[in-house]
């Protein structure tokens, strides 16, 4: 029972889910170890058809709105196709400051502030017999201003999800700088 | 390779072709439908109804509070530069004229008004299908070849590929190793005994167009939208093709 919870927990924070899909999911994907009715040794054998790693679908484009909509799509595609998707999630915007100059000077002319928006959704188990058709559908989906990029789920994108405690790192070079830790046991 | 006895007693063999289904993905978004439009102007007036004022709006108060100031005699003597500073109205007409010099590039082609079928530079919100036309019966269809022991189905695509475009130059992307559709061609008995096939079965594989194409010389190709497919292809043909080709108006 508190599996179940767990599991329904996770995919309402998820995004775009509406509460029928989240029924329909489950019991198509007859997750075995809460329908008892299913034996176990019917998956011992293991999957049928190979699986792919983890991958991160990253969108990236300048207006937020329809990326949004667009990774919702996404999810939801995944869902009706029954392809687990394990996590959606925003990475921090990359800010751009353009500057066009004046012919032959150096005076700035304008100055545009432009902000780079992602979102990533990462899809584990998908076979390898569906992954042309899900990745065939979406880019045919594709809207105005928005870049697809599908790989390998790296730890390094996972690290740029968190924003850095300047305070913690300052006081952690300070502490350095004064010598380290004290090794004194209490 | 032979497939499942049917009814009859002996094993039926198919001649098994591997073919390339070549498309040229759309470059540019379709332009909204009727409905598409007025949806997204309703939902554009809630947004804008809804929401609250952004910098820009802030600061063009501020800015006419400012004037009034100024014009009712209230000089405010702690903010020197506020006069030099660019109003939120400057701004907003300097960004207008800027936007209207700018021109994007045209929706409609110069292949889409000559109707050259050659080109891939047509139909720029739609999917182009590469076909080729056979030589002895001047049939069209999508390029094809035999399979060879030996090698797997998407090899026989690949290799159907090349006989008709310059691979290095022309950079594709094969969807998948396993094909998207397939085409039977069922022999009438007096060709299945000549032959010693049931008939023929050629098996899709999707790719995409990743760069320009360059193809291979003294070859009739066309590059064709959905509707020239119709008129096009051979019914039947057709009908396998089109069920795993990605619907288009």
């Not at chain 1, 919870?5 to 995919?11: P, S």
């Not at chain 2, 379709?30 to 804008?48: L, R, V």
């Not at chain 2, 999917?127 to 998407?154: A, D, I, N, Y």
């Not at chain 2, 194409?213 to 292809?233: A, K, Q, V």
Request: proline fraction near 6%; aromatic fraction near 8%.
């Amino acid at each position: 029972m508190v599996d179940f919870f767990q599991i329904l927990g996770r995919l309402i924070r998820t995004v775009g889910v509406a509460h029928t899909e989240l029924v329909n999911v489950m019991f198509s994907r007859g997750l075995r170890s809460n329908f008892p009715a299913e034996p176990e040794y019917l998956d011992i054998q293991g999957p049928q058809v190979p699986l792919y790693e983890p991958l991160n679908v990253q969108i990236k484009s300048y207006d937020y709105t329809v990326l949004e909509t667009f990774s919702s799509y996404i999810h939801k595609t995944a869902e009706n196709l029954e392809i687990e998707v394990e996590d959606c999630w925003a990475t921090p915007c990359q800010k751009y400051k353009i500057q066009t100059f004046k012919p032959f000077s150096t005076q700035v002319d304008n100055q545009y502030n432009l902000n780079l928006y992602e979102r990533n959704v990462q899809v584990v188990d998908l076979p390898t017999t569906k992954a042309p058709l899900f990745f065939h559908v979406i880019q045919a989906a594709l809207p105005e201003g928005v870049r697809m990029n599908v790989k390998l789920h790296d730890d390094t994108d996972e690290l740029l999800r968190y924003v850095p405690d300047l305070e913690l790192t300052q006081l952690k070079s300070e502490l350095d700088a004064l010598g380290g830790p004290s090794k004194s046991k209490r | 390779m032979s497939s499942a006895t049917t009814s009859s007693s002996s094993p039926q063999k198919w001649e098994l072709l591997g073919a390339i289904c070549l498309e040229r993905t759309p470059i540019i978004v379709p332009p909204m439908t009727e409905i598409e439009q007025q949806i997204s102007e309703m939902i554009e007036k809630f947004d804008n109804m809804r929401s609250l004022k952004s910098n820009h709006e802030l600061r063009h108060e501020e800015d006419k509070k400012l004037q009034k100031m100024a014009a009712d005699g209230n000089q405010d003597d702690s903010n020197p530069d506020a006069a030099t500073r660019q109003t939120a109205q400057d701004f907003e007409d300097a960004c207008n004229e800027e936007f209207l010099k700018f021109k994007p590039a045209p929706r409609t082609t110069a292949e889409d008004l000559s109707g050259d079928q050659k080109s891939t530079n047509r139909k720029l919100d739609k999917h182009l299908l590469f076909v080729v036309q056979e030589k002895e019966k001047k049939v069209w269809k999508l390029p094809e070849s035999r399979w060879r022991e030996g090698e797997t189905l998407r090899e026989t695509a690949e290799r159907a590929l090349r006989e008709y475009v310059k691979t290095p130059d022309t950079s594709v992307r094969v969807l998948g190793n396993a094909p998207w559709g397939v085409h039977t061609i069922k022999y009438p008995s007096s060709v299945r005994q000549k032959l010693g096939f049931t008939g023929v079965k050629v098996f899709f594989f999707k790719a995409q167009l990743l760069s320009s194409c360059t193809t291979c010389s003294d070859i009739e190709y066309n590059w064709l939208g959905r509707e020239e497919l119709r008129n096009s292809l051979e019914p039947e043909y057709l009908r396998s093709v089109s069920k795993f080709l990605i619907d288009e108006d």
